[in-house]
């Protein structure tokens, strides 16, 4: 969107139609809201953008069927060249004439007509350029079928709108959709504007409404409009005065009928406008951050250097986009409906003066007539950015413009650098409605955004710290690497073309994130089925299955004027999280995933893992939505969104953390229930804290070696340089086991049934010695601080006999013979080496054997004993042998 500069932020309101509550459509399910329609094709609106077009920035939904719109609004407009009463001079007659043009043919490109031209929806800017408003009314509201009032005013509707009439169907569910109207009807009303121009005063206005109309309809028996017009309205001589490329003008947009009349565009090429016409350059819209053309390539600099330094002021936030300043402005404080109702446009009543009329048998009539408040008043309330201003007054200039290459803090120095510095510290829900810190973290991402993908790590770096919820859509497209021509891929994709999947499709997005409002509407079910069909489409060796949809909707949300981003992520973002789950036989994949998560139960929470398995509450029963839809079927959106910021940054065994993170909230009603309490309480799964799922997840990740997590059927290591066609799906920071180069040293894949039956997780020899390493250097980087003074975070255990222990073993390992470590009843013998085990009771214990059933059958009894973070080397000691590292201890003298 383009700057705010001088523009404001203006807000009308207006009535969807009620629907009856008790019809349903033709599948049986409840009639969609007339309101939740017309949500849905604004946000096409937002899109749309030109220099003479007043910016579309949000609409948001109230009570009984109440809309109100937000857009770029200026106080000026032609009335207030009407209501001087003077004609306006013949140039800038021409000049509003072509302007307006411009901006009826580029709605005319979009597939949209204005209808509702009238001298208050021509708006004026600060430099005299016409700004069309109101211009998606008629979109929105599907012809005006969706509305209770006709779309545009009688004095300037054409003659062909007017002789169709209105529509008012009894039955919602068999409606008729009015005739659309054509380009051409907005050429008339701006004909009937521009002859108001030219004689200075408003015409058909003194008349009766119903004369009103039945002369307009008259004007096809007359041989010129103009000077009938000119007659009925007194001013004949001055119309004798115009020119005749003006009249000749005028004459064209005033043509009775339809197919004579010409279009905005051809009207754009009428010799009358030859000399205005080489005063505009054509408009272009800027390029996308997704394309193959280059963005800087319509960058132009002043001639005159300095002028780039020249001081404009202090008003810094008028640079900013329009919806990124309403996004500020709603922060601060801004309520749409407290603005509309101090201005007298929302009246709210008592429910007791609302009662409907009540007859009695004598006639006599009691009860209030028909609500006014609920007829249309289009006037736009300017909404006053002084509370925002005042919010942000203390924020220094360099906020707005953040070096990008300073490797320092982010925060610049200003009166409220404190503050931001200690916004950061702040639970996340306070930051995203906190305006200065979201302020500082919108212009730091987008400069990150605008410079990617050569920014791509940097990026990456600040949405640790957090995403703003404004840019959300495009930071989760860099964090999963897409690059390209993104709309030309997705434009090759076949998704009309019926396919056997239709069906499913069909039965299950009435069913996704349905109380979402942008996703439940008509314009919403459209695109769901696009994007997931493209997916379906363009992955001939994958299938459909049910959660793919609610996999789609938090992509779709965040970008739904933009079907090839949400597809681009997507297809990015399955290959990394859920590769080969989507397989016409994916039992293989998802068994292993849930043996690979019961481990990492086992891990990090040995005594709920086995409660659970004592009861028989596994994974299959109750993790396989989880997974399949990466959370998406079990959380809102709003929750995914706080959910994925973080899943985004790390790699495809992230998913595990937060399951186990997500066990642990529920563990003490886990722990205090049987198989059929564990059976309803997750059919119906309890509020779960987000922040601390997304908190103790990071946590356990960084306890998690990176081989524990090891699968066969995970994404295969990729090529240099392969992308997908989106570029690379993960980043080079959270990097998969699967794409380490592979050594002697690691971890070598297992039958599932071998892996099934293992408790605990194996880990690799190279993460054996990398943490030795980290443990003697101590960066073993871990969510507490510890002081080099306390106990190493890795115990090597090494349950060999003594005599095999003494011919060589990793330094600093405990030996502890599985012949001697259990008694009879499976309970640790007490001796000198289980009170070192016991003392690293919480650290990461690595059970090293030369024999892999007898390591696996002893982390099974650790794990009976609820010692946690326990693990087996993958290959045993004579992994280690090559390597040179084992010690043999010193003989006694």
């Known amino acids: 969107m383009h700057p705010l500069r001088d523009a404001q932020l203006g807000a009308f309101t207006f009535f969807a139609s009620a629907l009856p509550h008790d019809v349903c459509g033709s599948n049986g399910l409840p009639l969609t809201p007339n309101s939740i329609k017309i949500l849905g094709r604004f946000q096409i609106l937002k899109t749309v953008t030109h220099p003479r077009l007043c910016q579309y920035v949000d609409i948001s939904r109230g009570k009984h069927e109440r809309l109100v719109v937000v857009a770029e609004h200026y106080e000026r407009s032609l009335q207030d060249f009407l209501k001087e009463g003077n004609p306006v001079s013949l140039e800038k007659v021409l000049q509003i004439a072509y302007e307006a043009l411009e901006g009826l043919e580029f709605m005319n490109k979009h597939g949209m007509v204005h209808r509702a031209l009238a001298p208050h929806n021509i708006l004026m800017d600060c430099k005299g350029k016409v700004k069309l408003a109101k211009f ?32 008012h169907p009894t039955d919602p569910s068999h409606r008729v959709t009015p005739l659309p109207s054509g380009p051409k009807t907005d050429v008339w009303s701006l004909g009937l504007l521009l002859f108001e121009l030219c004689v200075g005063r408003r015409l058909l206005q003194s008349i009766d409404i119903s004369e009103r109309l039945k002369f307009i309809l008259t004007l096809g028996c007359m041989d010129d409009i103009i000077t009938v017009l000119a007659e009925e309205h007194g001013c004949l001589e001055r119309v004798k005065e115009l020119p005749e490329n003006v009249l000749a003008l005028l004459r064209k947009c005033l043509t009775f009928h339809p197919s004579k009349r010409p279009t905005p565009a051809e009207l754009l090429q009428d010799p009358v406008f030859e000399g205005v016409s080489c005063l505009y350059t054509s408009f272009q819209k800027p390029v996308g951050l997704f394309s193959s053309s280059l963005r800087c390539a319509q960058l132009e600099l002043p001639d005159d250097i300095s002028e780039l330094c020249k001081d404009d002021g202090d008003d810094y936030l008028s640079e900013r986009s329009i919806d990124e300043v309403y996004y500020l402005w709603c922060l601060a404080g801004g309520d749409l409906e407290k603005e509309l109702t101090n201005k007298g446009i929302i009246q709210s009543k008592p429910p007791v003066c609302t009662l409907p009329n009540f007859l009695l048998e004598d006639g006599e009539s009691f009860g209030q007539g028909r609500d006014r408040s609920f007829l249309l008043d289009d006037t736009t309330v300017t909404l006053s950015l002084c509370q925002l201003k005042n919010r942000l007054k203390d924020v220094a200039g360099e906020v707005y413009y953040p070096l990008l290459e300073d490797e320092q803090s982010s925060l610049p120095h200003s009166n409220s650098s404190n503050e931001l510095s200690a916004a950061v510290t702040l639970p996340l829900i306070i930051r995203e409605r906190d305006t200065e810190y979201q302020l500082l973290r919108i212009v ?50 076949d998704k009309d073309t019926p396919i056997p999947t239709d069906r499913q499709i069909e039965v299950d997005i009435p069913r996704c994130h349905q109380y979402d409002e942008l996703l439940s509407s008509p314009q919403g079910h459209v695109k769901f089925r696009r994007v997931l069909k493209a997916w379906v489409v363009s992955h001939p060796d994958l299938v459909y299955w049910q959660g793919l949809d609610s996999l789609c909707a938090p992509f779709l949300y965040l970008n739904f004027n933009n079907e090839a981003l949400a597809y681009a992520c997507m297809s990015a973002f399955i290959p990394k999280y859920l590769y080969n789950f989507f397989l016409k036989d994916n039992s293989h994949v998802i068994q292993e995933y849930l043996t690979v998560f019961s481990q990492m139960i086992a891990f990090h929470d040995p005594e709920l893992s086995n409660h659970l398995n ?20 079990v959380f809102p959106l709003h929750k995914i969104f706080h959910l994925w910021d973080t899943l985004l940054l790390g790699n495809s065994s992230f998913p595990f953390c937060i399951g186990v993170a997500i066990l642990q909230q529920l563990r003490f009603r886990l722990l205090a229930n049987g198989f059929n309490e564990c059976i309803l309480l997750f059919s119906d799964l309890p509020e779960i804290d987000i922040e601390r799922c997304v908190r103790e997840s990071i946590n356990l990740f960084c306890w998690t070696p990176k081989s524990a997590t090891y699968r066969q059927h995970a994404q295969p290591p990729r090529a240099p340089g392969d992308n997908n066609g989106f570029g690379k799906t993960s980043s080079y920071f959270s990097s998969d086991y699967q794409d380490l180069p592979k050594t002697d040293l690691s971890r070598e894949p297992l039958k599932l049934s071998e892996l099934k039956a293992e408790v605990s997780p194996r880990i690799s020899a190279e993460d054996l010695i990398d943490l030795c390493e980290l443990t003697c250097s101590g960066h073993f980087k871990t969510p507490t601080k510890r002081t080099k003074s306390s106990k190493p975070k890795i115990l090597a255990l090494d349950i060999r006999s003594s005599e095999d222990f003494n011919r060589g073993h990793i330094s600093g390992s405990v030996n502890i013979p599985y012949s001697t470590a259990f008694g009879p009843d499976g309970e640790l013998v007490p001796c000198a080496a289980t009170s070192t085990l016991q003392s690293f009771r919480g ?11 007898t390591a696996a059958m002893f982390t099974a009894h650790l794990v009976k004993a609820n010692y946690p973070r326990v693990c087996i080397l993958d290959g045993g000691i004579n992994k280690m042998k090559p390597t040179g590292l084992l010690t043999v201890p010193s003989p006694q003298i």
């Open 136 to 167: 998606g009314l008629y979109h929105v509201t599907d012809h005006g079928a969706d509305v209770d009032f006709p779309i545009g005013y009688p004095s300037y509707l054409a003659p062909e709108v007017i002789a169709q009439g209105s529509f």
């Open 444 to 493: 730091l991402f987008d400069r990150l955004l605008q410079a990617y993908p050569y920014k791509k790590n940097q990026v990456w770096r600040e949405a640790r710290v957090d995403i703003p919820p404004l840019l959300r859509g495009l930071a989760w497209a860099a964090l999963l690497g897409v690059e390209g021509d993104i709309q030309a891929k997705y434009d090759t994709i």
């Open 614 to 633: 004592e009861i028989g509450f596994i994974p299959d029963l109750y993790a396989i939505p989880w997974f399949l839809t990466m959370f998406t079927h």
């Open 843 to 853: 650290r990461v214990i690595v059970v090293i054997s030369h024999a892999m059933k």
